[in-house]
């Protein structure tokens, strides 16, 4: 078990940290909704016929329609609004800096958990985790002042992703923690498709695209959410959260280095000081790095 450990964490930074490498090759050709329609699809269509053959299509009909009410809404808050968020402030920054950005999820939640969640006290090294973070997410929004407020709604964007993943997280938490993991992310992929499906109808591209396109499309779909989440889940299983969310500060820095390689985006001084920050956030505020005292998992997503 322990030999796997380094390959499937390998093997998860890649597939979800290259998620942002995959949406800018796509938006050359698609809008931000049917981007994201044809990512959920295509997930679907591993999902969907895996759930079936574990448990059965009846049964697997059954818990999918028995819980269809807590699953749109996680489909909703934590697939369909975020994914499109983070295309569309795509559209605006590089793809390292939504990566970045992408990363203060934790930091969103350990704030939230002050209202929601009283007794996970926030004070100390997590108060400044957290303060850390949101610096870093403002000298993000400074990033790219080529882009000037364009870059800064992108950026914006992102991060509002991010909150909405923090609100799926501790709605999940509490809604859904009884369900079978597989059928809370293949019925909340249907429910986020469904969601999106009128904007993406009428955000249809005239003309079919291209190969490349397509392939980004599988390797969003496929790769970062259907196999990214079998991998995911078989850590958590295996290694157990705290080393599963160690990924959670790999992802940045994989999406950087696809970003400068393949797609020529600059490494400015300001992507890297937010990186920083961040990621001291997420550890701070999320209790992963809290001196003599026992490790906290951050919370950790498909991008």
Do not use: C
Request: charged share 10%; net charge positive.
């Amino acid at each position: 078990m322990t030999r796997r450990y380094l390959p499937l964490l390998l093997l998860l930074t890649g597939l979800w940290g290259s998620s942002f490498f995959f949406i800018e090759i796509a938006l050359k050709e698609l809008e931000p909704s049917f981007l994201i329609i044809l990512r959920l699809a295509s997930a679907a269509l591993v999902l969907v016929p895996v759930l079936a053959l574990r448990a059965g299509l009846r049964a697997a009909l059954g818990g999918l329609r028995a819980a269809w009410r807590p699953l749109l809404i996680l489909g909703t808050v934590n697939a369909a609004i975020p994914f499109t968020l983070i295309a569309w402030g795509q559209k605006h920054i590089d793809s390292g800096i939504a990566a970045i950005a992408n990363a203060s999820v934790p930091i969103f939640v350990a704030l939230l958990a002050i209202r929601f969640r009283p007794s996970e006290k926030v004070a100390g090294f997590r108060a400044l985790g957290i303060a850390a973070g949101l610096v870093g997410v403002a000298v993000l929004a400074g990033a790219n002042p080529e882009g000037g407020w364009w870059a800064v709604a992108g950026t914006l964007a992102v991060v509002a992703a991010s909150f909405m993943y923090a609100v799926g997280a501790l709605y999940g938490q509490t809604h859904v923690q009884s369900l079978d993991t597989l059928v809370i992310v293949t019925g909340s992929t249907l429910a986020g498709a469904l969601t999106l499906l009128p904007l993406a109808l009428w955000q249809a591209p005239s003309s079919f695209p291209g190969w490349q396109t397509w392939a980004a499309v599988a390797g969003l779909g496929i790769g970062a959410m259907a196999i990214g989440q079998f991998v995911y889940y078989l850590m958590l299983e295996e290694h157990g959260s705290t080393k599963t969310a160690l990924v959670t500060f790999l992802l940045p820095g994989m999406a950087l280095v696809l970003g400068i390689v393949f797609l020529d985006e600059p490494l400015t001084v300001a992507a890297v000081a937010g990186l920083s920050l961040v990621l001291l956030g997420v550890a701070l505020g999320s209790g992963m790095l809290r001196p003599g005292r026992r490790r906290e998992p951050a919370a950790v997503h498909a991008p």
